[in-house]
């Protein structure tokens, strides 16, 4: 049985693009999709969705109040992931400590978002590469880079095109953008972001990005 998913998006536009992502790979099942935070309240409590998709900023309440309805004894295999315009690590942090297992942001490209709620139903923390860049600001980590000419991919770790798109993933690029400007093909760049995951030992993006740093790669 695919996993249930409540859609939460007051933008009509925006939430049927969402919608028509998600029925054509045909991974899971949208049990609803509404336009403001009364309606999904009454889903949540009627219909107990397995995955809650939802914005923020909501014409009738926040996107927060619904993750932390989720937040309960016996709906703890409940998950749920944030789609918004706020990009900033406030309203990131502010969203990981309500329970969101994931951000992504409005303007990705939607191609990838089965992938995400795949990725996070299989353990992992999906978030869009800029935000991945401010969360680490956010929490202050520091890493130590290379003296070595940065553009060399650390022997054994990662091949000369992998590196490549790492570095462009670490700057915020999609794989549509980072297809584009190398002259791939979408799916050639996803392959590769694949190889980059397993080298790493990680699950997405925000992941991949710290591994590199803390082993020097970029």
Known sequence: MKPTLLIVEDNDVTRARIERAI?????????????????????I????????????DLPDGNGLDLIKMLDLPNDSHQLAIVISIFGDGVHV????????T????KDDDFIEINDAITQMVNGGSPMSPSIARHLLTELNYSFTKPKADTNVPKAGILSKREH??????SKGYSTKEIAKMLDLSFHTIK????????KLAVNNRMQAVNEAAIQGII
Request: without cysteine.
């Open 23 to 43: 029925t054509q790979e045909n991974r899971f099942s949208i049990i609803a999709s509404v336009g403001s935070y009364q309606h999904a309240v009454d889903v």
């Open 45 to 56: 409590q009627t219909a107990q969705p397995d995955i809650l998709l939802t914005d923020l």
């Open 93 to 100: 942090i502010e969203a990981l400590k309500a329970g969101a």
């Open 102 to 105: 994931g951000y992504l942001l």
């Open 164 to 169: 490549e798109v790492l570095i462009l993933v």
């Open 191 to 198: 392959e590769y972001v694949s190889n980059i995951y397993k």
